[in-house]
């Protein structure tokens, strides 16, 4: 079946730090993999996504690479600011079916 | 413009009580969608609609039923209301043949006494 699994936090950086949350996916066909950000008493917001294996997604200075060799879908960002600390999710979805799958997100928090 | 609206924002009431959520999307999509969040920021999906017909209905208990009155809203509606039902609900909404990606309302924070 289709699954996403996500590194747990939460996760705290200072300010210009640089981030990675890890993601891997398992799939039974060719999914699309996204980056969903909520911010702290709001809705998921697609931060990112990519629709096959080498594409990189990007968006507000994060991005990610969609492996298909490593069954992954990692988040980077160069630099965190303070305005970052959100839950970040990371979700996948197969195109027959409509099915979607979130990973069970990861909190960041930066500090000055 | 609200892209996807939910009402209330905010619900508190008492074990038993029926209550339902509304959620609107103007954007055009086919499909709409609802989630619980719970405290530890789990997203479960419950159910998924296409253009008013019911597509996914996870094993959620029948207490909760979605009602879909045209493509545009798709309410939901929770009898009997329990302790555990305690948590945030989003509705979603996404276009046809969108790859996955979704809108999101604000959700709706509901407390069980």
């Known amino acids: 079946g289709n699954s996403v699994t996500q590194m747990e936090g939460p996760v705290t950086l200072s300010e210009e730090a640089f981030l990675t949350i890890n993601c891997t996916y398992t799939?039974?066909?060719?999914?699309?993999l996204f980056w969903y950000v909520q911010y702290p008493g709001e809705g998921l917001q697609l931060l990112l996504k990519?629709?096959?294996?080498?594409d990189k997604g990007s968006n507000k200075g994060f991005e990610a690479t969609y492996r298909k060799e490593t069954t992954s879908f990692h988040l980077e960002k160069g630099s965190v600011q303070v305005s970052d600390s959100a839950v970040y999710f990371c979700a996948l979805s197969e195109r027959a079916g409509n099915q979607f799958y979130f990973g069970t997100g990861t909190s960041l928090t930066v500090i000055p | 413009d609200t892209a996807v609206s939910q009402t209330p924002k905010y619900l508190v009431t008492q074990m038993g009580n029926d209550k339902s959520i509304k959620c609107e999307q103007n954007l055009g999509h086919d499909t709409m969608y609802w989630y619980k969040q719970d405290s530890k920021k789990f997203l479960k999906i419950m159910f998924s609609y296409n253009n008013k017909e019911l597509i996914i209905n996870e094993t959620v208990p029948n207490r909760f039923s979605p009602k879909s009155p045209d493509k545009a809203h798709l309410n939901l509606h929770i009898n009997s209301l329990e302790l555990g039902d305690s948590a945030v609900y989003f509705c979603?909404?996404?276009?046809?043949?969108?790859?996955?990606?979704?809108?999101f309302g604000p959700g709706t924070r509901l407390t069980v006494t």
């Open positions: 799939a039974t066909g060719y999914p699309s």
């Open positions: 990519a629709t096959k294996a080498d």
């Open positions: 979603a909404s996404s276009p046809r043949d969108s790859l996955g990606e979704q809108y």
